[in-house]
C-alpha cells in the first residue's frame, strides 16, 4: 500500500510540474510578442509572472534582462 501512495504521489507531483511549465512557457512567449510590438510594459510583467512562477528558469531571466535592455535599464538588466 506504502509504495502506491509513493507512486500517486509522484505521478501528481509530475502532472503539476507539467502544469506549471506549460504555464511557465506561455507566459513567457506572450512576454516575447509584447515585447517584439513594443509593448515592454507588459513584457515585463509577463516576464516577471514568468520568474515568479519558476525562479530558476534560467530563459526567463534571460528574456527579462533582454527586455529591460530594450528599455534601456541596463542596472537592473546586468541583475538578470
Do not use: N, W
Amino acid at each position: 500500500v506504502r509504495q502506491g501512495v509513493r507512486t500517486a504521489f509522484r505521478g501528481q507531483e509530475l502532472a503539476y510540474r507539467l502544469r506549471l511549465d506549460k504555464e511557465v512557457c506561455l507566459v513567457q512567449r506572450r512576454g516575447q510578442t509584447r515585447s517584439a510590438l513594443g509593448d515592454m510594459e507588459g513584457a515585463l510583467s509577463d516576464l516577471c509572472k514568468a520568474i515568479e512562477l519558476d525562479p530558476s528558469d534560467v530563459d526567463g531571466h534571460q528574456q527579462r534582462g533582454l527586455t529591460l535592455h530594450k528599455m534601456r535599464d541596463f542596472r537592473r538588466a546586468l541583475t538578470d
